[in-house]
C-alpha cells in the first residue's frame, strides 16, 4: 500500500493548487465541481487553509447567494464542504459570521416563509445544521458575543425561531437533535467536548439579557418537545431538558437579577428593535417564574416516571441546576423541583438514585451555609409533605398507575430527605392527620370478590402446608384494592408506612393509628396494615437506610410496648373472633342452643365419675348473655358477603401483623407466644381458605423468627400450656366453640411424642361423645378425623394381605406350568374316590399322626390366658371406632360422611390386631351396610371406600356378608345404569351418578380377588361388568370395567377366557389331532361391534397367552 500524500502546509502553494477549482466553481456552480474542491482541500492542512478561509468560502457563498432554485445536491455539498473548512479553522471577521449564518438559515427556511422550515430531504437538513454547528464553534469570543448586541435581535430571533421550529415540527430524530444541539450552541450552554466561548460575569449578564426576549418561546416550545410523542426517543428529550434548564438558569440567575437594578434604558436610536428588548424588573421575574412554574409541572409530570433511565437523570440534573442558579428567582418553582429531585430518591436506575441523593445533600448543605435557612428549608419540605398527603387521595383515583407510582414515590422521597426530622414534623398534629387519613383512604381495600368468602380449607392443604414451608408465602391471597392494581405500587406504600416507623416515634404512631383503628370499622383494615409496617420499620426490617447509616433507634423495650399493645387490640375478643361465612353463623346459632349453659355438658375427667347432678357445669348468665347478643348482631339475615369479605380480610391482615411482630422481636418474640400462639392456631383450623391460609403462613413466620426450624418443633416447644387451654376451654364450649379447631391444627403438624400428653383431652372428647353425641358430635368429630389421620401419619401399619401371596404365586405357578396328563389324573383320581374305590389308603393317610410341635413352656400350656395390653395408639383406635359405630347412623349427611372417613382411618390402624379388628367390623357392618345400600349416593361412595378397605383386611370375615347383601344390589345398579351411561353426553362425567359408577367398578375387581368369591357371585359381577366394555361408555368407565376383569382373570382365568370368547372370538381354534371334537364359541364368526376392542385387549394380555396355548 503507497505511504500517505502530505498534506500542503505552504500557503502559496496551496493557494495555486486550489485556485483553479475555486474559479471553476464559480464559473459552474454543481456538485461535481464543488466535490473536486472538497476532495483539494482536505489535502491542504489546517494552518494553511486557515490563511486562506476567505479565498475559499467565497466560492463556496458564492454558490449560496446566486438567486433562483438550486438542486438539493449541490446544496447539500456546499453545506459538507463548508463544515470541512469550519471545523479545522477559526471565524475571526463578524461580517464572515453574520453572512454566513444569514446564508445558513436561508437554506432551511421556506422561501415564502421565512419563519417556517423548507421541505427539504432530511440529508440537507443534516448537513446544514451541521455547518451552522460549526460555524458557532469556530467563531472568535468577540465574533460571537456580538450576536447579542441589540442590533441583532432580529436575526437571532429568526434563527432560534427556525431552529425551534425544526425541533419541534420535524419528523426525523436526528434533523431534531441537530437542531436542539445547534439551538445550544447559540445561547452558548453546548457542552460537548470542544472548546467553548467561556463569557465574563458582564458578558453573562448581555447574553441573559438577549436572551431573555426569546425564553417564552424558546420555553414553551421545547416543553412542547418534551412532553411530545414518545416515540421520538430518548436522545431529542434529553437534549430538549437541557436547553429548557440551561436557558432559565441563564436568564433567570440569581447573580445577574441582583445587578438587574443597574440596567440602563435601551438606546433611543435602536427604533423599534427597542421594542423586542426585555427588561428583566421584578413584576417581569414574578409573572415569568409563575408562567414558568406551569410548564415545570407539565415537564415533571411527563418525564418523572420517563421509561429512559436517561430522561430521568436528566430531570434531576434540571432541578439540580435551577436550584442551584435560581433559588430566589423561581420562588414558586422551588417546590416543583424539590417533588422531582425527591421522586428519583427510588429509582430503579442507581445512577439517577445516586446522582439525587448527590443533588439533594447539595441543596441541603446550601440551604445549612445561608444561616438560618435549615429551618425554611425543612419548612418546605414538610408543606411539600403536607399538600402532598392532601392530594394523594384525589391522585389515586384519578391519576394513571405510572403517575400514582411516582407520587408515592415522592411521598416517600420526602420522608427520606427529612429522615430524622420526620418525627419533628409529625408532632404537628395537622401533619400527622393528615398523613394517616391519607393512607387510610389509599389503602381501601376491595372487599366485593365472592370468592374470598366461597373458598374452603381443606386438611390435606393444612398437612401439605406443614410438610414443607419454603414456598408458604405463594399461597398467600393477593390483596386487591379499590384505587390501584399495580404490585409495585402496594409495595412503595408499605416502604411509606416503614419509613414512618423506622424515622417516627414508635408510640406516638402507633396511639395514633390504634384510634383510627378503634374509631371506625371502615379504617380497620388499613390501619392494620400500617401498624403491621411501622413495627417493622421501627426494628429496621425493609427500610433502605442512607450510608451514614441510622440516626436513631428504637430500644427493644419500646418494640415490646409497642407490640404488645397493638397485638392485644388484635387478638381482643371483638377483633378477633369475627364472622367468615354465614354457614358459620347459622352453625354458631345452633351450637349456642345445643351447648346453652342448661344443658352444658363438662367433659373433664373429674365429672365421669361424679353423679348425674354434677354433670351440669353452670356458666355465668353474664357470658351467656353477652354470647347471645352477639350471635343476634351477627345472625345470617344482616351478614352480607360484603361483611363477611370485609371480616376475612381483616383476620387475614392480623395474623400477617403477629408475624411482623415475630419478626420485629425476633427470640424475644418467645415470652409472646403465650398470648399469641393459641390465637392463631385457632384461625389455622378456621374453613375458609383465606384465613387458614394466611394463619398458616403466620404460624411459619413465627416458627423462623423465634428459631424454630419446624411447625413441629413450635407446637412442641408450646404444646403444655397450648394443652392447658385446650382442656380448659373444651369444658366451656359455649365460650370457646374454636377449642377443637386448635386441637386439630395440634395433631396435623405435630408428631407422635404429643400423643402421651394428648391423650387424656382424647378421653375427654371421648366421654364428651357419649353423654351427649347429638349435641357435640359436629364439633368433635373433625378432632377424631385430624386425631387418626395423625395417628396413621406417626404409626404407618404394615400390609395386611401377606397371606394372600403365597395363594396367588402357588395359582400363577400353576398356570405357567400347567400340564395336561397331570390334571387327568387329578380328575380320574377324584373320579374313583367319588365310587369308593382306594377310600381306605386315604383315610390311612389322613389318619398320620402329625410330628409334635415344638417343646412349650409350663406356664404358657397350663397358665391363665392373661390378653396382651394393646399400645395407646392401637387403644385410642378402638375407643374412636366405637364412637364411630355409634354415629354411622346419624341424620346429617355431613356427618355420616366424616364419620365413615374415620372409620375407614380406623380399620387401617387396627388391621395389624386382627383380633381386635373382626369383633369391631362385626359390630360396625349393620349400620355400614345401611350406607351402602340405603343412602346417599354421597354417602353410598365413601361407604364402598370402607368396604374395600375392610377387605383388604378381614377377607373371610366378610365373604358371606358381601356375597348375600351386597353384590346382588350393587350388580343391579350397575346393570340398570349402564344403558344411560352409554346414551348420555360429555356432561355426564360431572353427575354424582357417573362418580358412584366409577367408584363401584375401581373397587369392585380388587374387593371380589381379596374375598375370593365363589363361581356364582363372580359370574353376577361379570355380567354386571360386561356392559362397560362396550366403545359407547366413557373412557373412564371402560378403563375401570377393564380392571374389574383383569383381577376376575386372577380368580379364575378359564371362566373368563371363556366368558370373553362368548363374547367376541378373534381366533380359530382348530384341534390338534383329527380324533378330537372341534371347539366351537358363541364368539366365533362374529362381525367387529363395540366390545371386540376391550374384549381384544383384554386377551392379548399375559395372563391369557397359557390359556390359548393350551386349547390350542
Given amino acids: 500500500m503507497p505511504p500517505a500524500m502530505a498534506q500542503i502546509s505552504d500557503p502559496k502553494i496551496a493557494f495555486a493548487y486550489l485556485r483553479p477549482a475555486c474559479v471553476l466553481l464559480t464559473r459552474e456552480p454543481t456538485a461535481a465541481n464543488v466535490g473536486t474542491l472538497s476532495g483539494q482541500l482536505k489535502e491542504v492542512n489546517d494552518a494553511a487553509l486557515q490563511q486562506l478561509q476567505e479565498y475559499v468560502l467565497f466560492p463556496l457563498r458564492f ?156 420555553t414553551m416550545a421545547v416543553t412542547r418537545v418534551i412532553t411530545g410523542d414518545l416515540r421520538q426517543g430518548h436522545t431529542v428529550t434529553v437534549r430538549a431538558i437541557k436547553i429548557w434548564s440551561r436557558t432559565v438558569g441563564l436568564v433567570m440567575e440569581d447573580e445577574q437579577l441582583q445587578a438587574s437594578e443597574a440596567q440602563t434604558t435601551p438606546r433611543q436610536d435602536l427604533g423599534r428593535i427597542g421594542q423586542l428588548l426585555v427588561r428583566r424588573t421584578p413584576d417581569w421575574l414574578k409573572a415569568t417564574a409563575g408562567k414558568l412554574s406551569v410548564l415545570l409541572k407539565k415537564i415533571i409530570s411527563c418525564t418523572s416516571a420517563h421509561q429512559h433511565w436517561r430522561v430521568r437523570l436528566e430531570m434531576v440534573e434540571l432541578s439540580d441546576h435551577l436550584l442551584a442558579r435560581c433559588s430566589q428567582s423561581l420562588g414558586e418553582c422551588v417546590g416543583l423541583l424539590l417533588e422531582a429531585l425527591v421522586g428519583a430518591v427510588n429509582d430503579e436506575e442507581p445512577q439517577v438514585r445516586k446522582r439525587c441523593e448527590l443533588a439533594l445533600a447539595e441543596v441541603s448543605r446550601r440551604n445549612q451555609s445561608c444561616g438560618g435557612r435549615t429551618q425554611s428549608f425543612t419548612d418546605v419540605l414538610s408543606e411539600n409533605l403536607h399538600s402532598l398527603a392532601t392530594s394523594l387521595p384525589r391522585l389515586m383515583r384519578t391519576s394513571d398507575d405510572q403517575k400514582k407510582l411516582f407520587v408515592l414515590n415522592v411521598f416517600l422521597g420526602y420522608l427520606k430527605v427529612l429522615g430524622p426530622l420526620v418525627s419533628v414534623v409529625l408532632n404537628s398534629a395537622a401533619h400527622l392527620d393528615r398523613i394517616s387519613k391519607a393512607l387510610m383512604q389509599v389503602l381501601e381495600l376491595d372487599v366485593m370478590d365472592i370468592r374470598i368468602v366461597e373458598e374452603r380449607s381443606y386438611t390435606a392443604a393444612i398437612e401439605m402446608g406443614s410438610s414443607t414451608g419454603v414456598t408458604h408465602s405463594a399461597h398467600t391471597q393477593r390483596k386487591n384494592f379499590l384505587y390501584f392494581t399495580d404490585d409495585k405500587i402496594f409495595s412503595v406504600l408499605m416502604e411509606i408506612c416503614r419509613a414512618l416507623g423506622y424515622y417516627g416515634d414508635v408510640y406516638l404512631l402507633t396511639d395514633h393509628f390504634l384510634d383510627l383503628y378503634q374509631q371506625s370499622s371502615a379504617y380497620r383494615k388499613q390501619a392494620a396494615m400500617v401498624l403491621n409496617e411501622i413495627v417493622r420499620g421501627a426494628a429496621g426490617i425493609g427500610v433502605a437506610t442512607e450510608s451514614e447509616g441510622r440516626t436513631h433507634s428504637v430500644t427493644l423495650d419500646d418494640l415490646k410496648e409497642a407490640v404488645t399493645s397493638v397485638m392485644e387490640e388484635y387478638t381482643s375478643l371483638r377483633n378477633w373472633h369475627l364472622m367468615t361465612s354465614s354457614e358459620e353463623a347459622e352453625g354458631d346459632r345452633q351450637d349456642l342452643q345445643f351447648l346453652s349453659p342448661s344443658s352444658l355438658l363438662s367433659i373433664s375427667n373429674s365429672s365421669i365419675s361424679a353423679t348425674s347432678t354434677n354433670l351440669l357445669q353452670l356458666v355465668p348468665s353474664s357470658s351467656s348473655s353477652s354470647s347471645s347478643s352477639s350471635s343476634s348482631s351477627s345472625s345470617p339475615s344482616t351478614s352480607t358477603f360484603h361483611q363477611l369479605n370485609s371480616n376475612i380480610w381483616q383476620l387475614c391482615i392480623q395474623l400477617e401483623g403477629v408475624a411482623c411482630f415475630a419478626q420485629a422481636l425476633g427470640r424475644d418474640f418467645r415470652p409472646l407466644l403465650m398470648r399469641s400462639l393459641y390465637a392463631v392456631l385457632e384461625k389455622a383450623g378456621e374453613e375458609t381458605l383465606a384465613v387458614s391460609q394466611a394463619a398458616l403462613c403466620s404460624m411459619w413466620d413465627i416458627s423462623r423468627a423465634c428459631g424454630y426450624d419446624s411447625l413441629k418443633e413450635l407446637i412442641n416447644d408450646n404444646s403444655d400450656y397450648l394443652l392447658n387451654d385446650v382442656s380448659l376451654n373444651l369444658q366451656r364450649l359455649s365460650q370457646h366453640p374454636q377449642a377443637p379447631r386448635v386441637l386439630t391444627v395440634m395433631l396435623t403438624h405435630s408428631d407422635s411424642s404429643l400423643l402421651p400428653l394428648v391423650a387424656d383431652i382424647v378421653q375427654d372428647v371421648l366421654t364428651a361423645l357419649d353423654l351427649s353425641y347429638e349435641r357435640t358430635a359436629a364439633l368433635f368429630c373433625s378432632v377424631l378425623h385430624a386425631l387418626m389421620k395423625a395417628l396413621a401419619r406417626w404409626f404407618p401399619s404394615a400390609p395386611a394381605t401377606a397371606s394372600e401371596s403365597p395363594r396367588k404365586e402357588q395359582s400363577s405357578t400353576e398356570r405357567d406350568v400347567f400340564d395336561i396328563r397331570q390334571f387327568l389324573l387329578d380328575q380320574r383320581r377324584q373320579k374313583e374316590l367319588a365310587q369308593g374305590i382306594g377310600i381306605e389308603e386315604d383315610l390311612t393317610d389322613e389318619l398320620e399322626v402329625p ?262
Avoid at 895 to 924: F, G, Q, T
Avoid at 993 to 1000: C, D, I, P, S
Avoid at 1031 to 1036: A, G, K, S, V
Fill in 63 to 218: 454558490v449560496l447567494k446566486t438567486p433562483g432554485p438550486k438542486k438539493e445536491k449541490l446544496v447539500q455539498a456546499v453545506a459538507e464542504t463548508l463544515s470541512h473548512v469550519l471545523e479545522n479553522t477559526c471565524v475571526q471577521s463578524w461580517e464572515t459570521l453574520q453572512g454566513l449564518l444569514s446564508e445558513l438559515c436561508l437554506c432551511l427556511c421556506c422561501h415564502n416563509d421565512p419563519g417556517k422550515p423548507a421541505d427539504t430531504s432530511e440529508e440537507l437538513k443534516m448537513a446544514v445544521l451541521r455547518c451552522l454547528d460549526a460555524l458557532l464553534h469556530a467563531a472568535y469570543d468577540d465574533i460571537v458575543l456580538k450576536l447579542f448586541e441589540s442590533s441583532m435581535m432580529p436575526g437571532l430571533g429568526a434563527a432560534v425561531s427556525l431552529l425551534l421550529a425544526l425541533a419541534e415540527k420535524e419528523k426525523s430524530r436526528d434533523v431534531q437533535a441537530a437542531a436542539l444541539k445547534c439551538l445550544q450552541a447559540l445561547s452558548l450552554q453546548c457542552d460537548c467536548s470542544r472548546d467553548h466561548v467561556v463569557p465574563s460575569s458582564k458578558e453573562t449578564f448581555a447574553v441573559g439579557g438577549t436572551m431573555a426576549s426569546f425564553l417564552p418561546g424558546i
Fill in 851 to 1112: 410330628p409334635p410341635a415344638e417343646c412349650e413352656d409350663a406356664e404358657d400350656l397350663y397358665g391363665p390366658d392373661v390378653k396382651a395390653e394393646l399400645p395407646s395408639h392401637l387403644s385410642v383406635t378402638k375407643d374412636v371406632m366405637e364412637r364411630c359405630i355409634h354415629l354411622l347412623s346419624d341424620p346429617s349427611l355431613r356427618l355420616r360422611l366424616k364419620v365413615l372417613d374415620v372409620l375407614e382411618l380406623c380399620v387401617r390402624m387396627l388391621s395389624e390386631k386382627e383380633d381386635e379388628l373382626l369383633p369391631m367390623a362385626h359390630r360396625c357392618w349393620p349400620p355400614l351396610l345401611q350406607r351402602l345400600t340405603a343412602d346417599d349416593p354421597l354417602a353410598v361412595l365413601r361407604a364402598f371406600r370402607v368396604l374395600c378397605t375392610l377387605g383388604e383386611t378381614c377377607g373371610d370375615f366378610l365373604r358371606r356378608r358381601v356375597s348375600k347383601e351386597i353384590l346382588p344390589k350393587m350388580s343391579c345398579s350397575l346393570v340398570r345404569q349402564a344403558p344411560i351411561s352409554a346414551k348420555a353426553g360429555p356432561v355426564y362425567t360431572h353427575t354424582l351418578a357417573y362418580k358412584l359408577q366409577l367408584a363401584v367398578l375401581q373397587g369392585l375387581g380388587s374387593l371380589c380377588q381379596r374375598l375370593d368369591l365363589g363361581e356364582t357371585d363372580l359370574d353376577a359381577v361379570s355380567e354386571a361388568c360386561l356392559p362397560y366394555l362396550s366403545c359407547r361408555q366413557p373412557i373412564r368407565l371402560q378403563e375401570a370395567s377393564l380392571s374389574v376383569f383383569r383381577h376376575l382373570i386372577q380368580v379364575d382365568p378359564d371362566a373368563f377366557w371363556f366368558t370373553l370368547n362368548e363374547v367376541h372370538c378373534p381366533w380359530p381354534y382348530r384341534p390338534p389331532h383329527p380324533d378330537l371334537p372341534p371347539v366351537q364359541l358363541s364368539g366365533m364368526g362374529r362381525q367387529r361391534d363395540e366390545f371386540s376392542d376391550n374384549v381384544l385387549k383384554l386377551l392379548s394380555e399375559e395372563e391369557f397367552r397359557a390359556v390359548g396355548q393350551s386349547v390350542d
